[in-house]
């Protein structure tokens, strides 16, 4: 019998609680059977955000995506400067490993936030994400959600 694996995308304004949504339903599976990573804010002392950050979600690894304060690569999403290098230094393996079946052909759920702008400067994010959610592999649940 064939599984049709589960792909689902959710996209809300920000702040709707698209990151807690896919929080919540990553801690509610096996800790074993589940990766992916989450998008955090990170604010300032004056509470202004200053930068976004890529954290596994065991929380063991974290990358930067973007910051105000640089450094410059000459790509901005408004005041934002998206660190491609960074993001994909951290999210790239973490994909890979999506993407290998080590699974033992037991069901495994992939959950990622987001598919933004400052994440698609990253062609190997895109490629990644694309092969992700066509994927014929029964087994690889996908949970993702796309900014609006």
Do not use: W
């Amino acid at each position: 019998m064939t599984t049709r694996p589960l792909r689902m995308l959710v996209t809300g304004s920000p702040g709707v609680g698209k990151t807690t949504l896919l929080d919540l339903v990553s801690q509610e599976l096996p800790a074993d059977l589940v990766t992916g990573f989450l998008c955090h804010e990170r604010r300032g002392q004056s509470g202004q955000r200053e930068a976004f950050d890529m954290v596994s979600l065991r929380g063991e690894e974290r990358g930067t995506l973007a910051s105000v304060h640089g450094p410059s690569t000459g790509k901005k999403v408004g005041k934002y400067h998206v660190q491609v290098e960074d993001f994909e230094r951290f999210a790239l393996p973490i994909l890979d490993a999506a993407l290998s079946d080590g699974s033992g052909g037991k069901p495994r759920a992939f959950v990622f936030d987001e598919i933004g702008k400052m994440e698609l400067y990253s062609v190997g994010f895109v490629d990644r994400v694309r092969r992700l959610l066509t994927s014929n592999d029964g087994n690889l649940h996908v949970l993702g959600t796309v900014a609006q």
